[in-house]
């Protein structure tokens, strides 16, 4: 089963010299390597949506240089709080109306408090009877925490380790690299599905790379979504003025997580506004299986989902379906639904079948 990664043979021990390994190989026969390997597990021509909404925005006491969202920077982003919970199901019928099959609700805090919880239930109780997978990124979560989320039908959490354990201190100071993958453990103890990448074209060199792809890889189990960030600079962080990575590296750091990582989805994540289409097509060819597609990520911009559509058109590729085994009872009869709507939809590809 592709989505939990329960195949034995994958491997848990890369060492990083064999990371830096692949990273110095022709860049054709990485892309060759990643591509084959890529269509032993997926259907190549298949890509799977998901939609982010910000269900609390800004005045984050984190201090991320990277973010948008800490309050230690002037943005000169709005302020929102926790949005009501209707709001939210009205965006999450939107994403699935568009096509998405994934809805992500990211929060900028750094954990959730007590009071939170109940809000944060409902809104995934709410998403997942509208037959949509449940994704939620809201900094740090304890054991407890992710238990209840998974009773209220969370099917993924994602939290990201950012960057390697070397380079983690230049970014970010008020949590530690341990705190993160503490809440990975307590996400996949609570049986949910795990989430986990990383922002590359921070000032970080190919070993910091490496180090972060060995980092995933080598948790007990792999993470079945990994999203690779290429950095949105935004003004008013400390990273704004950063200087932009090479396009290419950007492409070897999806093909190595594909290579390492092979029956996972690998999300070619924030950043996409500024690629031109044959960049996306590259990113597709090195194993990126799925992308953010909508208005926006959480506070920037994304390509126009027709703008999406219309490269998946001219490249042949179609969206992921939502997979049936991966419903329970309650939504069954709602997917069933939904499978049939897809059928007549040219744009998708059945993953189920
Ligand atoms: N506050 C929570 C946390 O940090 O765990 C959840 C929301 S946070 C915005 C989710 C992720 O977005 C971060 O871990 C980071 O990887 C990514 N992110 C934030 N700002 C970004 C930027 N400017 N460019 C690329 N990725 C970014
Ligand atoms: C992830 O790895 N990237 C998304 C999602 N997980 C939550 C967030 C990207 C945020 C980019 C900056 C912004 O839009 O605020
Ligand atoms: Fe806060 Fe998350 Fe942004 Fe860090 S990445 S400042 S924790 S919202």
């Known amino acids: 089963m592709r989505d939990t990664v329960k195949n034995p043979t994958l491997r848990n021990n890369w060492t990083l010299s064999e990371v830096q390994a692949l990273f110095e190989l022709p860049f054709n026969d990485l892309l060759f390597q990643a591509q084959s390997i890529h269509r032993q597990h997926f259907d190549p021509n298949s890509v799977q949506l998901s939609t982010l909404l910000s269900i609390k925005t800004g005045a984050c006491p984190e201090d991320c240089k990277y973010c948008p969202q ?42 959730p408090k007590k009071k939170d919880m109940p809000y944060i239930v409902s809104m995934v109780q709410g998403v997942k009877a509208l037959g949509l997978e449940t994704c939620m990124t809201l900094g740090m979560l304890t054991s407890a925490q992710s238990k209840e989320l998974n009773k209220a039908g969370l099917d993924y959490y994602n939290h990201n380790l950012d960057t390697s354990r070397e380079y983690y201190g230049e970014v970010i100071t008020t949590r530690t690299y341990d705190d993160r993958l503490d809440t990975l453990e307590n996400v996949r103890q609570a049986g949910i599905k795990v ?30 979504s990994v999203p690779i960030n290429m950095l949105v600079r935004v003004e008013g962080t400390p990273l704004a003025n950063e200087e932009i990575l090479d396009s290419f590296d950007f492409i070897r750091t999806i093909a190595i997580a594909r290579i390492l990582m092979p029956e996972s989805h690998v999300r070619l994540s924030a950043g996409r506004e500024e690629m031109n289409e044959e960049l996306h097509a590259l990113a597709y060819f090195a194993g990126a299986n799925s992308i953010f597609c909508g208005k926006k990520l959480l506070t920037t911009a994304l390509p126009a989902a027709d703008k999406d559509m219309a490269l998946f058109d001219r490249l042949g590729i179609k969206k992921e379906a939502l997979q049936v ?19 007549n939809d040219k744009h998708f590809y059945s993953a189920a079948n």
């Not at 230690?72 to 998405?100: C, I």
């Not at 419903?327 to 009869?333: K, N, S």
Request: hydrophobic letters at 35%.
């Open 70 to 111: 800490s309050n230690r920077y002037d943005t000169g982003l709005t302020v929102e709080k926790l949005l009501a919970v209707e709001k939210v199901l009205v965006e999450a019928q939107h994403a699935k109306d568009s096509g998405a099959t994934r809805f992500c609700m990211g929060a900028a805090w750094r954990s």
């Open 195 to 224: 989430c986990s990448g990383g922002i590359v074209g921070m000032g970080e060199t190919q070993k910091d790379r490496a180090g972060l792809l060995v980092q995933l890889a080598n948790l007990p189990t792999h993470p079945e």
């Open 325 to 343: 085994e991966q419903c329970d009872d309650q939504v069954e009869g709602q997917l069933l639904d939904q499978l049939q709507l897809i059928e």
